[in-house]
């Protein structure tokens, strides 16, 4: 009989599969030790309460906000730019992407002035769109949509030029015209890898959603934050990090659920 | 250039003769002078020169050769997933131009799709053509059945073994009732117990419709065990060597492969290969 190997053997092996208790334990662990080094830094009075605020003010923000119900109003008009933004780029390079993966024409026209774009850092656009766009909701739309498009666009590109050939091949035996390879072989085999880069960028479009607040904008999450700065009110910008944190976590749980729905079978 | 030898040294001792040869039907399959070339950055290599096979119909047409020879490549041109640069194909009396659903492919690789079901998949090409559903239900149930995959309509490809996915290419091929049968070693990949069972498979599914067939693989007992007529092909550049008739009786058997026959063309084409593929070992 074979030797049950101990915990601490599958610990230290590389990829080796562990329990499931003891992997929600770790979690829970570090969680746990996060906090407890928050509250030591600032209940033990190590760092000053204006650089770190602690756990309770950071509580309080949340209820004092929440109370007047700024909180939802702020997070309502962040999450409108990020979706407004994110889904308007998708819809674009999704089939985009797709047509540049799949057709070496449409490669051969829009990855030079793509790869040109996507190297350029979307911030050091920020100016150009205010000084064009004002500093309107649409300006911050137009950040999202430059910092999340051009990299969609690549990554899609990319999954649709990893979809076999053979697959192509095999339906055009079976009858399938060139259009019906792009319907129904080249689409729902390229749509896990889709879902993955959408969700992968849906991560950053948060990131520049708040670059976009922190310059030019009078709501939402990155607004409050540079507002309290101003007002020395760390606990403020504290809550708006996690929100936006905890905002994140959930759309990436939305995409998850979406993609068990939709693609379940590449699992 | 194709001349059908039918096996002059070799004594037949006892054994029926097959049903099979004597083309005197025109041929379903004509593949005539195709020459393919294909260029790299520094050379133009000939894979396929010259070669003209005629294949007559409801046979089962094996083309053996060693490995690099082109025969994959000539049977991709028979469906039209290539072009050659000189010559012509014919199925019927048309001329091939582009793949179609009267050339049905099994490939060597799994290429079932795989957000489908099995019978999905199998249902693939009705769908293309617009069968009516209920047509199409009927169709699909008897090719389960008959491949053995009924159980298994609802799985997910991942959910498949090998030789299972396989089964269901094939399932998906004869759905459509294509005029010929492609398959390019199509249990090339599976480990021999799975290989034997599939061939045992492919005999009974075979014998009940007599399709013609163009199969392709680098197994010598194989295309016995399978084949009405060997087509043996020489090294690159890929020519017709020798056309071989295969005179054992249908319904075969895996035993078979023990009988004076048998072993006589395996004898014969190991011969006709045995200048062929010396020089051929890094491939």
Known sequence: MARKRSIIDLCLTPKAEVPGPLRYAVATFVWVLVIAIWSILTYGGIMQDIFLPSPTAVMGAFFRLFEDGTLSQHIWASLQVVLMGFIISSIIAVPLGLLMGTFRVVQAGLEPLVNFIRYLPVTSFVPLFILWIGIGIEQRVTVIFFGTFFQQLVMIADVSRGVSKDLLNASYTLGASRRDALLHVLTPAALPGIMDTLRVTMGWAWTYLVVAELVAASSGLGYISMKAMRGFQVDVIFLAIAVIGLLGLFTDLIFRLISNRLVGWAN | ?283
């Open chain 2, 1 to 283: 250039m194709s001349v059908a030898n039918v096996l002059r040294e070799e004594p037949v001792p006892a054994v029926t003769p097959g049903e099979a040869p004597a083309a005197k039907a025109p041929p379903l399959l004509r593949i005539k002078d195709v020459r393919l070339e294909y260029t790299t950055k520094t050379k133009t290599v000939v894979a396929i020169d010259n070669i003209s096979i005629d294949v007559p119909d409801n046979q089962f047409a094996v083309i053996v050769g060693p490995s690099g020879c082109g025969k994959s490549s000539l049977l991709y041109l028979v469906a039209g997933l290539n072009e050659p640069t000189s010559g012509e194909i014919l199925l019927g009396n048309e001329e091939i131009d582009g793949p179609g659903p009267d050339r049905g492919m099994v490939f060597q690789s799994y290429t079932l799709f795989p957000w489908l079901t099995v019978r999905e998949n199998v249902e693939f090409g009705l769908k293309r053509r617009h069968v009516p559903a209920a047509e199409r239900e009927d169709i699909v149930n008897r090719y389960l059945n008959e491949t053995g995959l009924a159980a298994f309509h609802d799985a997910y490809p991942k959910q498949l073994s090998g030789g299972m996915m396989q089964r269901v290419a094939i399932a998906r091929a004869l759905a459509n009732d294509p005029k010929i049968l492609l398959m390019d070693e199509p249990f090339g990949a599976l480990d021999s117990q799975t290989r034997n069972s599939m061939q045992k498979l492919l005999l009974r599914v075979w014998e009940q419709h007599k399709k013609t067939v163009l199969f392709v693989t680098h197994d010598i007992d194989e295309a016995i065990l399978l084949g009405d007529r060997i087509y043996v092909m020489t090294a690159r550049p890929g020519r017709l060597k020798e056309e071989v008739v295969v005179p054992i009786a249908r319904p075969r058997n895996m035993d078979m492969v023990m009988d004076p026959s048998f072993i006589a063309v395996k004898r014969r084409i190991l011969e006709l290969l045995k200048n062929e593929i010396k020089d051929d070992d890094e491939h």
